[in-house]
Protein backbone atom coordinates (compact mmCIF):
# COMPACT_ATOMS: atom_id res chain seq x y z
CA UNK A 1 0.00 0.00 0.00
CA UNK A 2 1.73 3.11 -1.50
CA UNK A 3 2.00 6.35 -0.12
CA UNK A 4 -0.13 7.57 -2.59
CA UNK A 5 -3.13 5.56 -1.47
CA UNK A 6 -3.52 6.00 1.78
CA UNK A 7 -3.29 9.57 1.17
CA UNK A 8 -6.26 9.53 -1.13
CA UNK A 9 -7.65 7.02 1.91
CA UNK A 10 -7.52 9.86 4.72
CA UNK A 11 -9.04 12.49 2.17
CA UNK A 12 -11.89 10.20 1.46
CA UNK A 13 -12.48 9.51 5.28
CA UNK A 14 -11.86 13.40 5.90
CA UNK A 15 -15.14 14.24 3.43
CA UNK A 16 -17.06 10.78 4.81
CA UNK A 17 -16.93 11.70 8.32
CA UNK A 18 -17.75 15.20 8.12
CA UNK A 19 -20.89 15.03 5.85
CA UNK A 20 -22.34 12.00 8.42
CA UNK A 21 -21.66 13.79 11.32
CA UNK A 22 -23.34 17.53 10.04
CA UNK A 23 -25.80 14.98 8.63
CA UNK A 24 -26.28 13.75 12.23
CA UNK A 25 -25.52 16.78 14.28
CA UNK A 26 -28.22 18.42 12.13
CA UNK A 27 -30.92 15.72 13.01
CA UNK A 28 -30.31 16.55 16.53
CA UNK A 29 -30.22 19.99 16.64
CA UNK A 30 -33.57 20.35 15.11
CA UNK A 31 -34.56 17.89 17.44
CA UNK A 32 -33.40 19.70 20.17
CA UNK A 33 -35.32 23.04 18.71
CA UNK A 34 -38.24 20.69 18.04
CA UNK A 35 -38.91 19.85 22.16
CA UNK A 36 -36.96 16.24 21.58
CA UNK A 37 -33.76 16.29 23.64
CA UNK A 38 -32.61 12.91 23.42
CA UNK A 39 -29.60 13.23 21.25
CA UNK A 40 -28.98 16.86 22.70
CA UNK A 41 -28.33 14.90 25.84
CA UNK A 42 -26.58 12.72 24.26
CA UNK A 43 -23.79 14.81 23.04
CA UNK A 44 -24.79 14.52 19.47
CA UNK A 45 -25.63 18.20 18.43
CA UNK A 46 -22.37 18.78 17.50
CA UNK A 47 -20.33 19.12 14.69
CA UNK A 48 -17.40 16.78 16.66
CA UNK A 49 -16.97 13.99 14.87
CA UNK A 50 -16.26 11.92 18.27
CA UNK A 51 -19.86 11.07 19.89
CA UNK A 52 -21.12 9.93 16.62
CA UNK A 53 -18.11 7.68 16.12
CA UNK A 54 -18.57 6.41 19.80
CA UNK A 55 -22.76 5.70 18.79
CA UNK A 56 -21.90 4.16 15.74
CA UNK A 57 -18.11 2.35 15.55
CA UNK A 58 -18.99 -0.39 13.13
CA UNK A 59 -21.05 2.56 10.39
CA UNK A 60 -18.40 5.45 10.97
CA UNK A 61 -14.78 3.59 11.18
CA UNK A 62 -14.93 -0.29 10.23
CA UNK A 63 -17.82 -0.14 6.82
CA UNK A 64 -15.96 3.34 5.56
CA UNK A 65 -12.36 1.51 5.56
CA UNK A 66 -13.32 -2.03 4.48
CA UNK A 67 -15.68 -0.35 2.03
CA UNK A 68 -13.28 1.66 0.87
CA UNK A 69 -10.10 -0.52 0.42
CA UNK A 70 -12.25 -3.34 -1.20
CA UNK A 71 -14.09 -1.43 -3.21
CA UNK A 72 -12.39 1.89 -4.15
CA UNK A 73 -15.61 3.65 -2.22
CA UNK A 74 -16.88 4.33 1.46
CA UNK A 75 -19.87 3.22 2.86
CA UNK A 76 -21.53 3.70 6.16
CA UNK A 77 -23.87 5.01 8.40
CA UNK A 78 -24.50 6.85 11.97
CA UNK A 79 -27.73 7.78 13.87
CA UNK A 80 -29.14 10.00 16.26
CA UNK A 81 -31.45 8.84 19.27
CA UNK A 82 -34.93 10.60 19.39
CA UNK A 83 -37.87 9.88 21.46
CA UNK A 84 -40.55 7.79 19.57
CA UNK A 85 -43.15 8.92 22.21
CA UNK A 86 -42.25 12.48 20.67
CA UNK A 87 -42.42 11.14 17.45
CA UNK A 88 -46.03 10.14 17.70
CA UNK A 89 -47.26 13.46 19.81
CA UNK A 90 -45.63 15.63 16.76
CA UNK A 91 -45.44 13.28 13.62
CA UNK A 92 -44.72 16.61 11.58
CA UNK A 93 -41.98 18.21 14.34
CA UNK A 94 -40.78 14.31 13.21
CA UNK A 95 -40.84 15.39 9.59
CA UNK A 96 -38.69 18.22 9.99
CA UNK A 97 -36.16 16.85 11.96
CA UNK A 98 -36.00 14.27 9.33
CA UNK A 99 -35.79 16.72 6.67
CA UNK A 100 -32.87 18.37 8.64
CA UNK A 101 -29.86 15.44 7.56
CA UNK A 102 -30.17 15.65 3.85
CA UNK A 103 -30.77 19.72 4.09
CA UNK A 104 -27.38 19.45 6.04
CA UNK A 105 -25.64 17.62 2.93
CA UNK A 106 -26.88 19.88 0.50
CA UNK A 107 -25.72 22.69 2.36
CA UNK A 108 -22.14 21.07 1.64
CA UNK A 109 -22.97 20.64 -1.86
CA UNK A 110 -23.54 24.60 -1.41
CA UNK A 111 -20.56 24.86 0.39
CA UNK A 112 -18.40 22.86 -2.31
CA UNK A 113 -19.70 24.48 -5.28
CA UNK A 114 -18.56 27.75 -3.64
CA UNK A 115 -15.36 26.83 -2.92
CA UNK A 116 -14.46 25.43 -6.33
CA UNK A 117 -16.11 28.57 -7.79
CA UNK A 118 -13.44 30.52 -5.84
CA UNK A 119 -10.68 28.54 -6.54
CA UNK A 120 -11.15 28.81 -10.29
CA UNK A 121 -11.33 32.53 -9.80
CA UNK A 122 -8.31 32.59 -7.74
CA UNK A 123 -6.37 30.32 -10.51
CA UNK A 124 -6.01 27.44 -8.37
CA UNK A 125 -8.59 25.35 -10.14
CA UNK A 126 -9.80 24.71 -13.55
CA UNK A 127 -12.48 23.15 -15.29
CA UNK A 128 -11.80 19.17 -16.03
CA UNK A 129 -12.43 17.67 -19.69
CA UNK A 130 -14.28 15.39 -18.00
CA UNK A 131 -15.85 14.62 -14.05
CA UNK A 132 -16.08 11.50 -12.52
CA UNK A 133 -17.30 11.10 -8.80
CA UNK A 134 -13.75 12.14 -7.28
CA UNK A 135 -12.38 14.25 -9.75
CA UNK A 136 -15.27 17.08 -10.26
CA UNK A 137 -12.54 20.04 -10.33
CA UNK A 138 -8.86 19.93 -11.30
CA UNK A 139 -5.99 21.69 -9.25
CA UNK A 140 -3.96 24.16 -11.44
CA UNK A 141 -0.26 23.31 -9.73
CA UNK A 142 0.66 20.29 -7.57
CA UNK A 143 0.18 20.19 -4.09
CA UNK A 144 -1.85 21.54 -1.23
CA UNK A 145 -4.28 22.87 -4.39
CA UNK A 146 -4.27 19.23 -5.92
CA UNK A 147 -5.48 17.91 -2.38
CA UNK A 148 -8.01 20.20 -1.74
CA UNK A 149 -9.75 19.53 -5.16
CA UNK A 150 -10.12 15.96 -4.54
CA UNK A 151 -11.12 16.67 -0.99
CA UNK A 152 -14.03 19.61 -2.76
CA UNK A 153 -14.56 17.33 -5.29
CA UNK A 154 -14.96 13.93 -3.24
CA UNK A 155 -17.24 16.32 -0.67
CA UNK A 156 -19.97 17.56 -3.37
CA UNK A 157 -20.35 14.02 -5.52
CA UNK A 158 -20.75 12.38 -1.45
CA UNK A 159 -23.24 14.74 -0.05
CA UNK A 160 -25.05 15.07 -3.51
CA UNK A 161 -25.53 11.49 -3.26
CA UNK A 162 -26.21 10.79 0.38
CA UNK A 163 -29.22 13.73 0.50
CA UNK A 164 -30.69 12.37 -2.54
CA UNK A 165 -30.75 9.02 -1.55
CA UNK A 166 -31.90 9.80 2.28
CA UNK A 167 -34.66 11.66 0.33
CA UNK A 168 -36.42 8.49 -0.96
CA UNK A 169 -39.50 8.11 0.80
CA UNK A 170 -38.99 4.46 2.00
CA UNK A 171 -37.99 3.37 5.42
CA UNK A 172 -35.63 3.67 7.51
CA UNK A 173 -34.57 6.51 5.23
CA UNK A 174 -35.39 9.96 6.55
CA UNK A 175 -37.71 10.15 3.45
CA UNK A 176 -40.21 7.90 5.08
CA UNK A 177 -40.18 10.32 8.11
CA UNK A 178 -39.99 13.82 6.08
CA UNK A 179 -42.84 12.58 3.44
CA UNK A 180 -45.77 13.25 6.69
CA UNK A 181 -44.57 16.91 5.71
CA UNK A 182 -46.97 16.82 2.89
CA UNK A 183 -49.86 14.95 5.03
CA UNK A 184 -52.11 15.75 7.61
CA UNK A 185 -50.78 14.71 11.31
CA UNK A 186 -53.02 12.03 10.96
CA UNK A 187 -51.94 10.57 8.35
CA UNK A 188 -48.24 11.36 8.82
CA UNK A 189 -48.23 9.27 12.63
CA UNK A 190 -49.40 6.53 10.39
CA UNK A 191 -46.41 6.97 7.94
CA UNK A 192 -43.99 6.92 11.11
CA UNK A 193 -45.97 3.91 12.61
CA UNK A 194 -45.13 1.98 9.53
CA UNK A 195 -41.86 3.04 8.94
CA UNK A 196 -40.82 1.60 12.25
CA UNK A 197 -41.77 -1.85 11.32
CA UNK A 198 -38.03 -3.71 11.32
CA UNK A 199 -39.27 -6.09 8.40
CA UNK A 200 -40.42 -3.20 6.52
CA UNK A 201 -36.58 -1.33 7.12
CA UNK A 202 -35.05 -4.49 5.88
CA UNK A 203 -37.30 -4.06 2.64
CA UNK A 204 -36.79 -0.90 1.73
CA UNK A 205 -33.65 -0.74 2.02
CA UNK A 206 -32.82 -3.37 -0.40
CA UNK A 207 -35.54 -1.32 -2.67
CA UNK A 208 -33.97 1.76 -2.33
CA UNK A 209 -30.52 0.15 -3.35
CA UNK A 210 -32.59 -0.99 -6.57
CA UNK A 211 -34.02 2.23 -7.11
CA UNK A 212 -30.89 4.48 -6.84
CA UNK A 213 -29.11 2.85 -8.87
CA UNK A 214 -31.41 4.17 -11.44
CA UNK A 215 -31.20 7.39 -10.29
CA UNK A 216 -27.40 7.87 -9.35
CA UNK A 217 -26.65 9.18 -13.12
CA UNK A 218 -29.27 11.28 -13.82
CA UNK A 219 -28.63 12.63 -9.96
CA UNK A 220 -24.53 12.73 -10.92
CA UNK A 221 -25.32 15.20 -14.82
CA UNK A 222 -27.24 17.05 -12.53
CA UNK A 223 -25.07 18.08 -10.28
CA UNK A 224 -22.27 18.66 -13.07
CA UNK A 225 -24.45 20.97 -14.60
CA UNK A 226 -25.17 22.61 -11.07
CA UNK A 227 -20.91 23.10 -10.66
CA UNK A 228 -20.27 24.01 -14.43
CA UNK A 229 -23.53 25.40 -15.45
CA UNK A 230 -21.82 26.78 -18.90
CA UNK A 231 -19.19 23.96 -19.31
CA UNK A 232 -21.92 20.77 -18.68
CA UNK A 233 -25.54 20.43 -19.41
CA UNK A 234 -28.43 18.21 -19.03
Not at 153 to 171: A, T
Request: charged letters at 10%; hydrophobic letters at 55%; aromatic letters at 12%.
Amino acid sequence: MGTETIALAAIWYVAFLLSLTCHEAAHALVAKLAGDRTAYEAGQVTLNPIPHMRREPIGTIVAPLVTYFANGFMLGWASAPYDPRWQQRYPRRAGWMALAGPGANFMLVALAIAAVRVGILMGAFSIPESVNFAHMVAATRPGFPEGLAQFLSILFSLNLMLGCFNLLPLPPLDGSTAIGLLFTERAALRISEFSRNPMFSLLGIVIAWQIFGKLSGPIFRLGAALLYPDAYRL
